[in-house]
């Protein structure tokens, strides 16, 4: 199984299977993109590997236990960022712990999205969006940018709060109301994109009734953000966006 194992992250990886060992990091700063690490796992289970809270996963080592039914849930909880990288950013507001709510951006490169034939049979695509989500996004004009839409929603509701790092990303549904704007309860949420890329913002807001997650866990309402915060916010993520796009140009 190993081998097996070692051949799947090898490609995403990109480097040779003899050289994956124990120690090896597997994480996201291991891989280009927050997309390429749900494709990595949703090969490992297409391939029979159900890999569970794969996100808590930081190395080969860590693998091999949860793939031999011995994980350790005492595993070390990385921060939401990472990474330095213009796709992976968290914005925590003056005296907030990084435990709590906070404002999540994220950017994703539509080419990354895996290309099918059939978005209900596919591992990944099965695995992060629920069945009204792929309905929905393979009824709009460009199908693989709505679905990286959407995978960066839930990658920046993630990094607003923390605790839903754990809920599977088919879990956490993206709606959409009447006009179109992009709906999850408990958040305010933005989605823009190109043909090659998708950004996405999401920031908590107050509720009168507490805000239910995708299954159905009540979330704790925050106040509402400032003008000023999401000013800095839409600052910060055109900053992202045009450095990404700049290091993609080359």
């Given at each position: 199984?190993q ?7 090898s ?5 040779p ?10 994480d ?25 809270n ?6 080969f080592?860590d693998l ?10 005492t ?8 990474e ?6 968290v914005s ?33 695509y099965t695995?992060?969006?629920s069945a ?7 009824l709009?004009?460009?199908v ?13 509701i993630?990094?607003?709060d ?25 958040f305010?949420?933005?989605i823009a ?19 239910v997650?995708?299954t ?9 953000i ?8 839409l ?11 700049l290091?993609?140009?080359?």
């Amino acid at each position: 199984m190993q081998e097996k194992v070692k051949g799947i992250l090898s490609f995403f990886l990109k480097i040779p299977a003899e050289q994956i060992i124990g120690s090896t990091i597997i994480d996201r700063s291991a891989v280009n993109s927050s997309i390429l690490l749900h494709r990595m796992y949703a090969k490992l289970s297409a391939d029979g590997m159900v890999v569970p809270n794969y996100q808590e996963v930081h190395t080969f080592s860590d693998l091999l236990q949860r793939l031999n039914g011995h994980a350790d849930n005492t595993d070390m909880q990385l921060p939401v960022n990472t990474e330095s990288g213009a796709a992976d950013t968290v914005s925590i507001l003056p005296g907030q712990a990084n435990n709590t709510p906070g404002i999540g951006i994220d950017i994703e490169m539509v080419s990354a999205m895996p290309v099918t034939n059939d978005f209900r049979e596919e591992a990944f695509y099965t695995m992060n969006f629920s069945a009204p989500e792929i309905s929905y996004c393979i009824l709009q004009p460009g199908v693989y940018a709505s679905f990286a839409g959407l995978f960066a929603a839930k990658e920046a509701i993630v990094k607003a709060d923390n605790r839903f790092k754990t809920i599977e990303f088919r879990n956490i549904t993206i709606q959409h109301l009447i006009d179109g704007k992009p709906f999850h309860t408990g958040f305010n949420l933005s989605i823009a994109h190109t043909n090659e890329i998708a950004v996405a913002v999401a920031v908590p807001v107050r509720h009168s009734t507490p805000a239910v997650n995708g299954t159905g866990t009540p979330v704790r309402p925050v106040k509402n953000i400032p003008v000023t915060v999401w000013l800095l916010v839409l600052t910060s993520l055109l900053l992202s966006a045009i450095a990404l796009f700049l290091a993609w140009k080359k």
